[in-house]
């Protein structure tokens, strides 16, 4: 159904949120702000479906319109002060709830946010301190996992003299989709040897799928949507020795089940570390876990020190894979300089939160546009990059063609820039109201050809994504 909107109708861009129909909603306020440039309104209301879109450089620039447009009005502080916590800038955000709370000193909500951004400042700062005073210890050195009893009324999975069998990923599989916790020993153990198995691989990893009957399955973002995963691996089978697979980052935040699926994925990777591949998402990243879940969920299912240690983790996981000498994998896309070779990538040192800058940042951040060249990012980090920055990259480092992943799809996937640049998303029906199919992709040796594979959601317990996320990002006023 095609609906015909008139920029003349007032009402027609909160409709169209209010449905979630937020492509809709952009639109019909572009056409409204081309008509009345200086509706204050307008731009407020466009940076919230930015917003929900995860736009959040575009939303950041429209609620900084309507404030210049009109310095008074307080939804656009709301709007700015949203986006920026969105993008980590914790002090930007900070200094536009103090005006809210300055102009409305009653307003409960509006306490609430700025108290709990200056908690966050204050607790960023406290870090940096800390940091700067000394080199930071490993949890790892804290940890005295020997002596932590697995108590007689656990019946849960357990490792096998610390290992991790198929039998105990078959257990573990069940047991998390019985909603049971996985008891803590056994988390830490794990998460403690995939920190040392990841530590000694290199930034770019590169395999060879070689024989014609040989494939590998590549999957995108799935975002704590654990039940999805499942149904991947019922689909597709599970990972094995002849089935290999690589997740494309975003394993975590947003779904409420993120616990579950990392450690899944975790499982396999100490299991056929040579045949299962993960590489680190723009979410596998302090800033995105305090804001968009996963550091909330892991401190209600374990503690805050064991959040630490995934946290240390993530920064192990590799950026990049290249396979065949062919395809180049990475969970955002391109750079924002031309220049930049394969030998670059295995130069950069990860082990850290990534820079707001550079081809570490690059890799998980950027996304493509259909026009050549390059612009400004709609996330506000990165850039977009064109079908001719592809090329060029291509070119120079002798490869055919690119996989990320970082966006939603309607159908799961998408083809662009010629063939040349491939999404993939894994996380059907995202947060519970996009919609969208997933897809993974099955290359073989033969030809590298992408095969697509589509599927939609499945059923899972009565359990809100985001339900551990920061209340700051509950976005409150229309």
Not at 174 to 187: G, I, N, P, T
Request: net charge negative; hydrophobic share 35%.
């Amino acid at each position: 159904v095609v609906r015909v909107i008139s920029p003349a109708d007032s009402f027609i861009g909160t409709v169209f949120i209010s449905e979630k129909d937020y492509e809709n909603a952009i639109r019909y306020y572009t056409e409204a702000l081309e008509l009345n440039p200086s509706n204050a309104i307008y731009f407020s209301n466009r940076s919230l479906a930015y917003l929900r879109t995860e736009c959040y450089g575009y939303a950041l620039a429209d609620a900084t319109h309507a404030l210049e447009i009109d310095k008074n009005y307080i939804k656009g502080y709301y709007r700015r002060a949203t986006s920026n916590m969105a993008l980590g800038k914790f002090k930007a955000a900070l200094k536009d709830y103090e005006t809210v709370v300055r102009v409305r000193p009653n307003d409960k909500d509006a306490k609430m946010k700025y108290q709990e951004c200056n908690k966050i400042v204050k607790q960023k700062a406290f870090e940096r301190a800390i940091a700067s005073d000394e080199l930071k210890r490993s949890v790892v050195d804290s940890l005295d996992i020997e002596n932590m009893t697995i108590e007689d009324e656990y019946t849960g999975p357990k490792l096998e003299e610390g290992k991790v069998t198929l039998k105990f990923m078959k257990e573990l599989m069940d047991w998390f989709k019985d909603e049971k916790k996985l008891h803590r020993k056994c988390a830490y153990q794990m998460l403690v040897e995939v920190k040392e198995l990841l530590s000694k691989l290199p930034s770019l990893i590169e395999i060879m799928v070689k024989e014609v009957s040989d494939k590998i399955t590549i999957c995108g973002d799935t975002h704590g949507q654990y039940y999805d995963l499942l149904n991947i691996f019922e689909l597709n089978g599970l990972p094995s020795l002849t089935n290999p697979y690589l997740f494309n980052g975003d394993f975590v935040d947003r779904g409420s089940f993120s616990v579950e699926v990392i450690l899944t994925l975790f499982g396999f990777k100490l299991l056929y570390p040579d045949h299962f591949h993960l590489l680190r998402g723009n979410h596998e990243t302090d800033n995105m876990n305090q804001m968009y879940g996963f550091e909330g969920e892991v401190k209600a299912k374990y503690t805050a020190q064991m959040f630490q240690l995934f946290s240390e983790v993530f920064q192990w996981l590799p950026l990049t894979l290249c396979i065949n000498s062919k395809v180049l994998v990475m969970h955002g896309g391109l750079f924002s300089e031309d220049g930049v070779t394969l030998d670059d990538l295995k130069k950069i040192d990860r082990n850290r939160q990534p820079p707001d800058s550079g081809p570490m940042c690059d890799l998980l951040w950027s996304d493509p546009q259909p026009q050549n060249g390059r612009s400004i990012s709609k996330r506000g980090v990165s850039c977009q990059f064109g079908p001719d920055v592809t090329q060029r990259f291509l070119e120079q480092n002798k490869l055919q063609y690119i996989i990320r992943s970082h966006e939603v799809k309607a159908e799961g996937y998408e083809i662009t820039h010629s063939g040349k640049c491939i999404t993939v998303f894994s996380a059907p029906n995202y947060c519970d109201q996009m919609g969208n199919k997933a897809a993974y992709i099955h290359l073989r040796g033969s030809d590298l050809k992408p095969e697509f594979h589509q599927f939609t959601a499945v059923p899972h317990p009565n359990v809100k994504p985001m339900v551990y996320a920061n209340s700051l990002l509950q976005l409150g006023m229309m």
